[in-house]
Nanobody, 124 residues
Framework: QVRLVESGGGLVQAGESLRLSCEAS????????MGWFRQAPGKEREFVAR????????YYADFVEGRFTISRDNAKNTVYLQMSSLKPEDTAVYYC?????????????????WGQGTQVTVSS
């Protein structure tokens, strides 16, 4: 059974930082590209960042503007999202997802497995 478990969310003030983690089990983690998505209340789930299976390639949504960094540790079956200079509009539930392809994918239905999400709230 595949499980993706996110952690690291919380309440921070604008300008502060958070690091999200997502630990995977039940799959060969190094065979999967990993993505982070987010969903704010009343909005569609949107792509945030993606990292290739090896970690050598990363891709970000335009709104990230250099503030977030995705990384992974295949020895720990974990993907991270380091977020800095957080803004109130970054408030959302953040989800990690796994994709068993080597193509660049940014649509949520293209991912095979999902975590339950972790809440990030940024106050002004």
């Amino acid at each position: 059974q595949v499980r993706l478990v996110e952690s690291g969310g919380g309440l921070v003030q604008a300008g502060e930082s958070l690091r999200l983690s997502c630990e995977a089990s039940g799959l060969t983690f190094s065979n999967y590209a990993m993505g982070w998505f987010r969903q704010a209340p009343g909005k569609e789930r949107e792509f945030v960042a993606r990292i290739s299976w090896s970690g050598s390639n990363t891709y970000y949504a335009d709104f990230v503007e250099g503030r977030f960094t995705i990384s992974r540790d295949n020895a720990k079956n974990t993907v991270y999202l380091q977020m800095s200079s957080l803004k109130p509009e970054d408030t959302a539930v953040y989800y990690c997802a796994a994709d068993n392809t080597h193509y660049l994918r940014v649509r949520r239905w293209e991912y095979d497995y999902w975590g339950q999400g972790t809440q990030v709230t940024v106050s002004s």
